[in-house]
């Protein structure tokens, strides 16, 4: 018995690394301060600096607008994987 808690000790420390270091998806939202079209880059009234994937298309998107961020942190750089405008 003692001997299948720390296989499954194991088994769970090493889930809990694994989806740390994948970096986690998490959302915000908030109004758009600045866009960086060459660098990719977005940059929201509250401070917050994205890096945005090649994926997403800045196009239609424009300072003032009020938007949703789907994005995973690693280390101190967020990586937006998705914005779309909030209602």
Do not use: C, W, Y
């Not at 769970?12 to 880059?41: H, P, Y």
Request: hydrophobic share 45%; proline share 2%; charged share 15%.
């Amino acid at each position: 018995m003692r001997k299948a808690l720390s296989v499954f000790a194991i088994i769970a420390a090493f889930a809990t690394s694994s989806a740390l270091a994948a970096g986690v998806n998490d959302q915000t939202t908030g109004t758009i301060k600045s866009i960086d079209r060459s660098t990719n880059k977005v940059t929201l009234q509250n401070g917050e600096m994205f890096n945005v994937a090649k994926s997403v298309n800045l196009a239609n998107l424009r300072p003032g607008e009020k938007v949703t961020v789907t994005f995973s942190k690693n280390g101190n750089m967020m990586h937006a994987t998705a914005i779309q405008k909030a209602p």
